[in-house]
């Protein structure tokens, strides 16, 4: 079958007529345009500015639209830059943020390393230093681990102490590595005595993080919220003066401290010779002397 012709359907005529019609329109309106910008220039700069004024504001229009998009498009770059240099600046300070918490961490150890470094030039009786590796918490028998042992000299019953205060005595000990008994377990019973006024009062741990305090005389309540208690040398193991709690809470009879030593934030404690007072070594030397 042949294809239909142009010709043969009226809408198909019309449009090809008004296309014309609008060819020969626009021709005729460039000729005149062109004749009257040759024949009147002044003429043709009024109808010029007409125009322009009637073109304007689709003009105006159409720009507007074109700088909306840019806009648009602009501003979307922008969030997107904007989000992420935020996500950057979110990391770098989680980074910092780090770098913050392990430099103050290498300057607290630092600190505690020095403390116990000069606690050890001072103290004549030092047979090792250690680092405290593990220490108990929910358990009611509370031990540490050090991480220093017999080939270090390191015996059973030694005290161990850390430059703030007395922690415990050895119970345990392996090549690299001992056991300590903490100054808040029920069965560690220290000597100890007032550091305000030197009365005699005995410290024992309570299993819980703490140590009751008890005087050795029975009567009035000696202790007072924020008393500091030492080591009194009695019972030749720990030295005298050594610090051991400061009380937090008075009861009845005694009071409640809390060790000044805390295992759990010091880093590195010393192990000392058990402590002996020289009359008894004076006497023990002298011949004759009770053995």
């Known amino acids: 079958m042949a294809a239909p012709r142009p010709g043969w359907s009226r809408r198909a005529q019309y449009g090809l ?3 014309f019609m609008a060819l020969i329109a626009g021709l005729v309106v460039g000729l005149v345009l062109l004749t009257l910008s040759l024949v009147a220039p002044s003429r043709y700069e009024i109808v010029r500015g ?22 648009m498009v602009s501003g979307a770059g922008n969030y997107w830059d904007a989000a992420h240099q935020n996500e950057q600046l979110k990391r770098d300070r989680k980074a910092m943020v780090r770098q913050i918490i392990r430099a103050r961490a290498v300057l607290l150890e630092n600190q505690q390393l020095k403390a116990t470094l000069q606690l050890r030039e001072h103290s004549h009786g030092t047979v090792a230093t250690g680092r405290i590796v593990g220490s108990s918490f929910s ?18 019953g030694m005290p161990v102490r850390s430059a703030e ?20 377990d029920r069965s560690n019973i220290v000597p100890a005595r007032l550091l305000r006024n030197g009365q005699p009062v005995i410290s024992q741990g309570r299993g819980d993080g703490t140590v009751d305090l008890r005087p050795l ?7 007072k919220p924020g008393d500091i208690v030492v080591t009194s040398g009695t019972g030749g193991l720990y030295p005298p003066l050594v610090p051991i709690a400061r009380v937090v809470r ?10 000044i030593a805390d295992p759990s934030s010091a880093s590195f404690a010393l ?21």
């Open 17 to 19: 007529f008004f296309s």
């Open 50 to 71: 007409a125009a322009i004024d009637v073109t304007a504001p689709v003009t105006g229009g159409l720009r507007a639209v074109v700088d909306t998009v840019k806009g």
């Open 139 to 156: 358990s009611p028998r509370r031990f540490a681990i050090l991480s220093a042992g017999s080939r270090e000299g390191v015996r059973i």
């Open 165 to 184: 205060g007395l922690i415990g005595r050895i119970i345990d000990t392996g090549a690299t590595a001992s056991r300590v008994l903490l100054i808040s």
């Open 217 to 223: 005389e029975v009567g009035r309540n000696p202790f």
């Open 250 to 259: 008075l009861d009845d009879d005694g009071a409640i401290a809390r060790p």
């Open 271 to 291: 192990v000392e010779q058990s402590y002996e007072p020289e009359a008894i070594q004076t006497e023990a030397a002298e011949p004759g002397g009770k053995r």
